[in-house]
């Protein structure tokens, strides 16, 4: 009767561990690749950023360009 009681408490709680471990991992993967594109998209701006020339940079007139100033 004892083993009967274990092993039916056992095998289910083994089939949700291994469903969960597997839920987990899946998230695992889907983080890193996630990750991996977002470092993908950083390094491609970064190395675009730096072979592109520098824009000019406008004249200086000794006043600040506020946004809405008629200067």
Excluded at 8 to 18: C, D, H, S
Excluded at 43 to 69: C, L, M
């Amino acid at each position: 009767m004892t083993t009967i009681a274990g092993l039916a408490t056992a095998i289910p709680a083994l089939v949700a561990y291994n469903l969960f471990v597997r839920v987990v991992r899946r998230k695992e993967t889907q983080v890193d690749l996630f990750i991996s594109r977002i470092l993908e998209a950083v390094i491609v701006k970064r190395t675009t950023a730096q072979r592109s020339p520098a824009a000019p940079r406008p004249a200086r007139t000794g006043a600040p360009a506020w946004p809405g100033s008629t200067s």
